[in-house]
């Protein structure tokens, strides 16, 4: 159905919905109206599955909202394409406008093209982003509903500045941030770091066990780290790692490739090396963003390299002691 014909279809539809001719389709309509009840208060569905994932959940809150002695005659019509009328297209706009206009309208998706990115949320909060990192949430009716896949930094305004309460999901995790919040988290396939910035406890879960008992407390300072796919139950204090939105990066043993991803996307370039032994190498250093020359020179100090700049790539070299 082309977008014209979609429209028309909708059009129709409302209007037979608004203006019936005919009490026969009132038996079927009556499930149909309660169902729009029903998922008129449902949330829109989750940011991070597919289309067809959620329009298959759409249709399920239709079942369930439809009586089961009158479920026959609403839903079969529904689903079956050779008895496309009333009934069916009050259906089908209902499920479009719900689901159709949410996937083409309603996902905001911040990813930084370079560097870091300040970003700043319909609430006023502001979040820092890493380049490679991707935020997604909802622009419709904003609740603090946040999809994070990489890096980024969270600074959540007060209640009192209009802030409220985010719930920021990862692979791994959910956090639950009240307003005043802040925090750094790490979420991506080298590692998890969560590390309380702020003066409020943050409360933590598995996104497959949300209920109260299965949460854990990180308070002001400490850290969450882990670099197996589950969350670890590490805590460290110190918050140095924390400065990259200000240009200073800084690691203590991190994975060496996750160290040169970062350095790639803050400088835009490519990192070359021969290292064998780099899928196990471990890395404790810094660098500033401040100079590219000086960045790789403090990536290679700790790790006793030597290194080649040429344009827009970055060589690493083992250091060769020459014969005396």
């Known amino acids: 159905m082309s977008e014209e014909e979609e429209k028309d279809f909708i059009d ?31 949330k829109i569905p989750d940011a991070k599955k597919s289309k067809k994932e959620s329009w298959k959940d759409i249709k399920g809150k239709i079942r369930t909202a439809a009586p089961q002695q009158e479920k026959r005659g609403v839903i079969e ?29 309603g996902i905001q998706t911040i990813s930084p093209s370079d560097g870091t990115l300040e ?32 890096h980024a930094q969270f600074h959540i305004k007060p209640a009192a500045e209009g802030g409220v309460s985010y719930e920021v999901k990862t692979d791994r995790s959910v956090i639950f941030a009240n307003t005043g919040s802040s925090f750094d988290i790490r979420d991506d396939n080298f590692l998890y770091h969560l590390t309380n910035l702020g003066n409020e406890h943050l409360n ?14 990180v308070q002001n300072g ?17 918050t140095s790692h924390s ?17 040169i991803k970062d350095f790639e996307n803050q400088f835009g370039v490519i990192v070359e090396h021969e290292i064998a032994e780099i899928e196990d190498m471990l890395y404790t250093g810094s660098f500033k963003d401040e100079d590219i020359t000086k960045a790789v020179a403090s990536l290679c100090e700790s790790i006793n390299m ?15 002691e020459e014969d005396l």
């Open 119 to 150: 970003y700043t949320f319909p609430d006023g909060s502001v979040a820092y982003l890493k380049k490679g990192s991707t935020i997604d949430y909802l622009k419709h009716r904003f609740d603090g509903n946040i999809y994070l896949n990489g």
């Open 243 to 259: 400065s990259w939105p200000s240009g200073h990066f800084v690691y203590n043993e991190v994975p060496f490739k996750m160290v």
């Open 306 to 320: 030597d290194f080649i700049l040429e344009g827009e790539k970055v060589i690493l070299k083992q250091i060769v």
């Open 222 to 238: 400490h850290s969450l780290k882990s670099t197996s796919k589950r969350i670890g139950n590490t805590f460290d204090l110190g």
């Open 12 to 42: 129709k539809a409302l209007h037979d919905l608004n203006h019936p001719k005919n009490k026969k389709f009132e038996k079927e309509l009556s499930p149909l109206h309660k169902a729009m009840d029903e998922v008129d208060n449902m």
């Open 77 to 105: 019509v529904f689903f079956n394409p050779q008895q496309i009328r009333k009934v069916a297209a009050v259906a089908a706009v209902f499920v479009g406008i719900y689901a159709l206009w949410f996937f083409m309208n």
């Open 204 to 217: 933590v879960t598995s996104p497959h066990h949300l209920d109260e008992g299965n949460r854990t407390i």
